[in-house]
Protein backbone atom coordinates (compact mmCIF):
# COMPACT_ATOMS: atom_id res chain seq x y z
CA UNK A 1 0.00 0.00 0.00
CA UNK A 2 1.51 3.14 -1.01
CA UNK A 3 0.05 6.64 0.48
CA UNK A 4 0.16 9.39 -2.98
CA UNK A 5 -0.90 12.71 -3.75
CA UNK A 6 -2.53 13.66 -7.23
CA UNK A 7 -2.92 17.12 -8.00
CA UNK A 8 -6.05 17.80 -10.07
CA UNK A 9 -6.68 21.04 -12.24
CA UNK A 10 -8.91 22.19 -14.17
CA UNK A 11 -10.48 25.72 -16.35
CA UNK A 12 -13.55 24.11 -18.06
CA UNK A 13 -16.47 23.82 -16.07
CA UNK A 14 -14.45 23.84 -12.81
CA UNK A 15 -17.13 22.57 -10.73
CA UNK A 16 -18.30 19.75 -12.63
CA UNK A 17 -15.13 18.29 -13.38
CA UNK A 18 -13.27 18.77 -9.50
CA UNK A 19 -16.54 16.86 -8.44
CA UNK A 20 -15.32 14.35 -11.23
CA UNK A 21 -12.03 13.86 -10.10
CA UNK A 22 -13.29 13.22 -6.90
CA UNK A 23 -15.79 10.74 -7.74
CA UNK A 24 -13.25 8.68 -10.41
CA UNK A 25 -10.52 9.04 -7.76
CA UNK A 26 -12.34 7.29 -5.12
CA UNK A 27 -12.19 4.30 -7.19
CA UNK A 28 -8.33 4.07 -7.04
CA UNK A 29 -7.76 3.98 -3.44
CA UNK A 30 -9.21 4.59 -0.21
CA UNK A 31 -8.75 7.26 2.94
CA UNK A 32 -9.23 9.84 0.40
CA UNK A 33 -8.38 12.95 1.99
CA UNK A 34 -9.03 16.51 -0.01
CA UNK A 35 -6.69 20.13 0.67
CA UNK A 36 -8.78 23.00 0.21
CA UNK A 37 -9.99 24.26 -3.53
CA UNK A 38 -7.78 26.82 -5.05
CA UNK A 39 -8.66 29.13 -7.67
CA UNK A 40 -5.82 30.75 -9.06
CA UNK A 41 -4.62 32.26 -12.83
CA UNK A 42 -3.24 30.18 -15.51
CA UNK A 43 0.67 30.15 -14.81
CA UNK A 44 2.65 30.43 -18.37
CA UNK A 45 -0.42 31.35 -20.44
CA UNK A 46 -3.70 33.99 -21.02
CA UNK A 47 -6.82 32.01 -20.26
CA UNK A 48 -9.62 31.13 -17.90
CA UNK A 49 -8.86 30.92 -14.14
CA UNK A 50 -8.18 27.00 -12.74
CA UNK A 51 -9.29 25.26 -9.61
CA UNK A 52 -6.29 23.86 -7.71
CA UNK A 53 -6.18 20.87 -5.09
CA UNK A 54 -4.46 17.69 -3.99
CA UNK A 55 -6.60 14.52 -3.25
CA UNK A 56 -4.65 12.21 -0.70
CA UNK A 57 -5.25 8.44 -0.69
CA UNK A 58 -3.55 5.03 -0.17
CA UNK A 59 -3.67 2.67 -3.15
CA UNK A 60 -2.51 -0.97 -3.41
CA UNK A 61 -2.09 -0.09 -7.34
CA UNK A 62 1.51 -0.37 -9.01
CA UNK A 63 2.62 2.87 -10.08
CA UNK A 64 2.76 2.20 -13.54
CA UNK A 65 -1.34 0.94 -13.65
CA UNK A 66 -1.91 3.90 -10.76
CA UNK A 67 -0.33 6.46 -13.62
CA UNK A 68 -2.65 4.67 -16.57
CA UNK A 69 -5.65 4.99 -14.33
CA UNK A 70 -5.36 8.43 -14.11
CA UNK A 71 -4.87 8.61 -18.12
CA UNK A 72 -7.84 7.02 -18.71
CA UNK A 73 -9.81 9.38 -16.50
CA UNK A 74 -8.42 12.59 -18.41
CA UNK A 75 -9.54 11.07 -21.36
CA UNK A 76 -13.06 10.07 -20.34
CA UNK A 77 -13.75 13.66 -19.41
CA UNK A 78 -12.69 15.54 -22.19
CA UNK A 79 -8.90 15.75 -22.38
CA UNK A 80 -7.24 15.29 -25.64
CA UNK A 81 -4.47 13.02 -26.09
CA UNK A 82 -2.47 15.34 -27.72
CA UNK A 83 -3.17 18.35 -25.62
CA UNK A 84 -0.40 20.74 -24.76
CA UNK A 85 1.23 21.61 -21.02
CA UNK A 86 -0.15 25.44 -21.59
CA UNK A 87 -3.17 25.18 -22.43
CA UNK A 88 -7.22 25.04 -20.93
CA UNK A 89 -7.56 21.25 -18.80
CA UNK A 90 -11.17 20.22 -18.11
CA UNK A 91 -9.67 17.33 -16.28
CA UNK A 92 -5.96 16.98 -15.55
CA UNK A 93 -4.48 14.86 -12.72
CA UNK A 94 -0.75 14.79 -12.01
CA UNK A 95 0.44 12.52 -9.31
CA UNK A 96 2.51 14.54 -6.71
CA UNK A 97 4.02 11.91 -4.73
CA UNK A 98 3.55 8.21 -4.61
CA UNK A 99 4.85 6.64 -1.46
CA UNK A 100 8.37 6.76 -1.07
CA UNK A 101 9.31 6.45 -4.86
CA UNK A 102 12.00 8.83 -6.61
CA UNK A 103 12.17 8.83 -10.53
CA UNK A 104 13.56 11.13 -13.24
CA UNK A 105 11.13 8.86 -15.68
CA UNK A 106 7.66 9.24 -16.32
CA UNK A 107 5.68 10.23 -14.11
CA UNK A 108 8.74 12.30 -12.41
CA UNK A 109 8.51 11.53 -8.61
CA UNK A 110 8.62 13.38 -6.56
CA UNK A 111 7.04 15.80 -9.31
CA UNK A 112 9.10 19.09 -9.46
CA UNK A 113 5.90 21.15 -9.40
CA UNK A 114 6.13 21.06 -5.69
CA UNK A 115 9.03 23.12 -5.72
CA UNK A 116 7.73 25.80 -8.24
CA UNK A 117 4.18 26.19 -7.79
CA UNK A 118 2.35 27.37 -5.54
CA UNK A 119 -1.11 25.73 -6.44
CA UNK A 120 0.45 22.78 -6.26
CA UNK A 121 2.59 23.16 -2.78
CA UNK A 122 -0.34 25.27 -0.75
CA UNK A 123 -3.01 22.04 -0.92
CA UNK A 124 -0.44 20.19 -0.07
CA UNK A 125 0.82 21.98 2.88
CA UNK A 126 -2.96 21.86 3.59
CA UNK A 127 -2.59 18.39 3.67
CA UNK A 128 0.40 17.36 5.04
CA UNK A 129 3.03 20.22 6.19
CA UNK A 130 5.11 17.75 7.91
CA UNK A 131 5.58 15.41 5.22
CA UNK A 132 9.01 14.88 4.11
CA UNK A 133 10.19 15.19 0.18
CA UNK A 134 11.66 11.81 -0.87
CA UNK A 135 15.45 12.21 -1.55
CA UNK A 136 15.02 16.31 -1.23
CA UNK A 137 14.93 16.13 2.31
CA UNK A 138 12.68 19.17 3.44
CA UNK A 139 9.22 19.31 4.82
CA UNK A 140 6.40 20.33 2.79
CA UNK A 141 6.27 23.24 5.63
CA UNK A 142 9.89 24.00 4.78
CA UNK A 143 8.78 24.12 0.47
CA UNK A 144 6.22 26.06 1.55
CA UNK A 145 7.78 29.15 3.87
CA UNK A 146 10.62 29.04 1.60
CA UNK A 147 8.66 29.75 -1.59
CA UNK A 148 8.23 32.84 -3.86
CA UNK A 149 4.21 33.54 -4.27
CA UNK A 150 4.02 35.48 -7.07
CA UNK A 151 0.22 34.13 -8.31
CA UNK A 152 -2.49 34.77 -5.62
CA UNK A 153 -4.49 31.69 -4.50
CA UNK A 154 -8.03 32.18 -3.13
CA UNK A 155 -9.86 29.39 -1.48
CA UNK A 156 -13.09 28.52 -3.29
CA UNK A 157 -15.91 27.21 -1.26
CA UNK A 158 -17.14 23.90 -3.06
CA UNK A 159 -18.75 20.57 -1.61
CA UNK A 160 -17.07 17.39 -3.43
Not at 138 to 152: A, D, F, G, P, Q
Amino acid sequence: MNTVYVGVGTNIERDKHARAAWEELLTCGSNLRCSKIYHCDPVGFDSHPFYNFVVELVTDLPLTEFSQRLRTIEFKWGRSENAHKLEDRTLDLDIVLFGNIVSDKSPELPRSDIFKFPFVTQPLYDLCPDLVIPQDGRTVREIWHKMERLESLSVVELQL
